[in-house]
Nanobody, 120 residues
Framework: QVHLVESGGGLVQAGGSLRLSCATS????????MAWYRQTPGKQRELVAF???????DYADSAKGRFTISRDNAKNTVYLQMNSLKPEDTAVYYC??????????????WGLGTQVTVSP
């Protein structure tokens, strides 16, 4: 059974930083593409960043230059370093283990999410 457990969310002032972690089990992590999504009430869940098994990354325009996704295959964990946070980054952030083909990430297994709140 696949388990994804996010941690690291919280309340931070605008301009601050947070690092989210997602510990995984039940997948062969080293060969699994991983991603972070976020969702605010009333809006669709949106892709923030993904990382392939080979370490290639891509980001939403809103995250480029501020967020960094990384993975530690020895720890079966994926991270999202978020810098220069803005109030509009406030959301529930979800970890995802999915697939990747021809430049497109396909979501599959979800974590329960971690709340990130950025105050003005």
């Amino acid at each position: 059974q696949v388990h994804l457990v996010e941690s690291g969310g919280g309340l931070v002032q605008a301009g601050g930083s947070l690092r989210l972690s997602c510990a995984t089990s039940g997948i062969v992590f080293s060969i699994n593409p991983m991603a972070w999504y976020r969702q605010t009430p009333g809006k669709q869940r949106e892709l923030v960043a993904f990382i392939t098994s080979g370490g290639a990354t891509d980001y939403a325009d809103s995250a480029k230059g501020r967020f960094t996704i990384s993975r530690d295959n020895a720890k079966n964990t994926v991270y999202l370093q978020m810098n220069s946070l803005k109030p509009e980054d406030t959301a529930v952030y979800y970890c995802n283990a999915g697939g990747y083909s021809l430049g497109i990430y396909y979501p599959d297994h979800w974590g329960l999410g971690t709340q990130v709140t950025v105050s003005p």
